[in-house]
T-cell receptor
């Protein structure tokens, strides 16, 4: 199964700044996703990172706030822009194996972001 | 739209005993997959077990098994012989339609295993 490395594992940032989170998969995967987990909450899908094209965002999330790159089949970045304290969350990268539609979704260890 | 509901915010169990976590869901898709993920304090999301909706047989994975009731849209997780390492947040999740990687998660159940 795919092994997903995410960095940084945590960061404390000042409001108004931006942070880029990196996600590296140890094998080529077809689909990569970014999730947000707000404190004490469940996971919410931010967007699907598409290789070679613009990311597909879920309702409530926009590219200007969460720009995403996916230059190849093993790597993606998520930027949290112009941060505010409400952006304090865990951000998780996930990827689905190339084993077909019933292959499971694997997750990175997440990035714990605190905005002061 | 898909929804997943976990009605038990917290559960506790004694070591070596059995516990069942509840999950109900709603989807208009005919083909879908259900999952249970475990998130320990390390925050790593770990896949515990998965179930294809078109399979009638309940999935099992060592000490973990599910009771999948398709008509009732229910998908409970049974943990047998509970271990201290099972202490974690457990999320039920649903993936359906054409994007099986897009998961809808329930609110989570915090499970504490007591020695």
């Amino acid at each position: 199964s795919a092994v997903i490395s995410q960095k940084p594992s945590r960061d404390i940032c000042q409001r108004g700044t931006s942070l880029t989170i990196q996600c590296q998969v140890d094998s080529q995967v077809t689909m990569m996703f970014w999730y947000r987990q707000q404190p004490g909450q469940s996971l919410t899908l931010i967007a699907t990172a598409n290789q070679g094209s613009e990311a597909t965002y879920e309702s409530g999330f926009v590219i200007d706030k969460f720009p995403i790159s996916r230059p190849n089949l093993t790597f993606s970045t998520l930027t949290v822009s112009n941060m505010s304290p409400e952006d304090s969350s865990i951000y998780l990268c996930s990827a689905r194996d190339r084993g077909g539609e019933n292959s499971p979704l694997h997750f990175g260890n997440g990035t714990r972001l605190t905005v002061t | 739209a898909q929804t997943v509901t976990q009605s038990q915010p917290e559960m506790s169990v004694q070591e070596a005993e059995t516990v069942t976590l509840s999950c109900t869901y709603d989807t208009s898709e005919n083909n879908y997959y259900l999952f249970w993920y475990k998130q320990p304090p390390s925050r790593q999301m770990i896949l515990v077990i998965r179930q294809e909706a078109y399979k009638q047989q309940n999935a099992t994975e060592n000490r973990f098994s599910v009771n999948f009731q398709k008509a009732a849209k229910s998908f409970s997780l049974k943990i047998s012989d509970s271990q201290l390492g099972d202490t974690a947040m457990y999320f039920c999740a649903l993936a359906g339609g054409t994007s099986y990687g897009k998961l809808t998660f329930g609110q989570g159940t915090i499970l504490t295993v007591h020695p």
